[in-house]
C-alpha cells in the first residue's frame, strides 16, 4: 500500500509560506515535548518501501533526476520490513540551493511502521542500519519558542528547519507534532527544476562511507580519501607479516617492497582487492550499515596497528565506530591461528563480547590461503555451532537483566552485567535467569571501585582524571617517583611497582574509588593491578585514551616534566589498548579528555 507523505504546517513565524500553505494555528502539540530540530533540505520528497518508491504522489512517475534513489531502494529494499516507508529527501538535483558536500543524495527524516511514526532515536538507529543519513540536528531539547526563534540558519545554503517531537506518534497526530520554518521566497530559480536540465548535487568525502553502508560496493581509495589518509598510509605489510598471516603468496610478493618502496598504485590495488572481498563476505551473512562498514575499513587497514587506527578514525567516524574498527584489527589475526578446540567455545564467547564474529571471520578470511584459511573455516564452524556468529548473541541475555534489574543503580547494574558476561563465556549460564540468579550477591553494590588508567605517557590521562568526581585515593607512579625526588627516575621502578600496589590494595581495602595513574601499556602490567582489584573484589573499569602519536609529541613537549622523545615513540609501538571485556567495563577517551564511548555499560549500551 503506497501512502501520500502527509503536508507540514509552517510555524507562525515562517517567512517563506504562501496563501496555498497550511499554518500551524495551534502549538499546543509540541509544546511541553521534547522536539528535534532538523535542517530543512531543498530536494524531492521521496518515500521507500521494500518493493518500490515514489516521490510525494504516489503516482509520480519517471524523472532522470529519480534515478539514482531507484538504485539505493534496490539496494535497501530487502532491509525494509513489510508495511514500513522511509520517508526522506532526494537531493540528487540541484533545486535552488547548490550543495557541495553531502553525505548521500538522499537524506532520511521518518521512517514509519503502518499509520505509526517511529521516534528520532529509533528512527535514526534505523537509517543508520540501511545506510542512509539523517538530516543535520540544529537543536533538541523540550519545545522553546524563543529559542526557536533565535535559532541563525545561513539563507544562502539553508532553506530552514523542521520541528518534530523527539517521540514516536501517531499519523492522525502529524499536524501538531510536526511544522516547519522556511526561508522567504525560499524557491529562487526561474525555471522549475524538473524542467530544465539535471544537475547533480555535489557529493562530500563522507559519501563514501554511507556508500558502504548502503550496500553498494566499495571504493577503497574513496574511503580512504574520506579518512584522510593516502593507500600508502593504510598498507604498511612486509613480506614476513603478510606471510605470517596467511596472505596469498602473489599478494605477499606484492607487499615485500614494503611500505617505504610500495607505490601508491600497488597499495590502492591491494586495499580494492581485500575490501571487496571483505564486502561480498558481509552481504552473505547480512551485515549492513556500519557492521559493512566497519569490516571493510578493517580488511584496508589491517595491516596498521590497533592504537593507530583508533585514534586516527575517531576523528571522521566518532569513538565507537573507530574503537570497533581497531578491534577487528587487532583481533582476526587470531582466529588463523591454531587454537585448543577443547577451548575454543570459551574462548569464541569472549571474542563475541569484543566483536561482532560475523564480521572478524569475513576480515580474517579475506586473503588467507593454506593454514590460516583452514583455521579461519574451522573457527567459524564452532562460532556457528555455538550460535555466535548473529550480529549480537549477547542480546536476549542483556534485554533480560536490563529488565530484571529496572531501578538498580548503575554501577551495580554493570558489575552484574560484567559477571553475567563472564558466566556466559565460562559455559556456566545460557539464560537471563540464570543470570539474574548468579549476579545477586553484587545488587547492593558493597564493593570498591577502581578506574584503571592506560595509555602512553602525554596522553591526557591524568588531566582526563582531574575531571573525575568521587575520587577517595589517587595512586600515581610519577607522584611517588617525584616524592623521592625525581619523575624521571627509573632506576628503582621494580621497587616503586610494589609500593604502589601495596598503596592500591590498601586503598581498595577501604572501599571508596581509587584511580590508578600509570602507562599499563600491556595486558601483563595491567595484570599486576587487575590481580590486586580481584583479591578486593573491585568493579574495575578501563580509561584507555587513545590519541595520534603525532599528537603526543606535541603535548610532551608542552609538559613541564617531558618524556625524551624516543621513550615515547617506543612507548607508543609497545602500546597494546585493552579489548572489551578485558576489565568489568571500559571508557574510550578522546583528545578532548571526555568519555566518548562505552563498552559494559548495561543501561546504556545498545546492540
Known sequence: MRVHYPRTSHLPWSPGATPDDVRAGDLSGLRGREVVVTEKLDGENTTLYADGLHARSPDSGHHPSRAWVKGLQGRIGGRIPAGWRVCGENLYARHSIAYQGLDSWFYGFSVWDGDRCLGWDRTVAFLRGLGIPAPPVLWRGVFDERALRGLRLDLERQEGYVVRAAEGFAREEFAGRVAKWVRREHVRTDTHWMHAA?????????????????????????LLTALGLTPAEAANETVAETMAAGAAPETAALAGAGAAEMTAEMAAGMAAEVAAEVAARLDTIGRWGDARLAGVLAAVLRARPRPWVAARLAGPLGMASARRVADLVGLHGGL????PDEERRTGLRRLAQAADLGVLHAVAAAGAAGEAREQVEW?????EEAGL???DPLKPLRAGLREALAGLGAEAADRCWAEARDAWARGRLTTAEEAVAATWRWRPGNFPRLVHLTGPSGSGKSTFAAGLTGIDAYVSLDDLRAARGSRADQRANQEMLGEALDRLDAALASGGTVVWDATSLNQHQRGLVHTVA????????????LVEEDELHRRNARRAHPVPAHVLAAQSRRFVPPYPGQAHRTWYVGAHATVDDVDGALYEQEA
Open 198 to 222: 539535471v544537475v547533480p548535487n555535489g557529493l562530500g568525502a563522507g559519501a563514501a562511507l554511507w556508500s558502504v553502508r548502503s550496500g553498494a560496493a566499495p571504493d577503497a581509495g574513496a
Open 336 to 339: 588463523r591461528r591454531p587454537y
Open 379 to 383: 573457527s567459524a564452524l564452532h562460532a
Open 389 to 391: 556468529l548473529g550480529p
Open 534 to 545: 580481584r583479591r578486593r573484589d573491585a568493579l574495575t573499569t578501563h580509561a584507555v585514551v
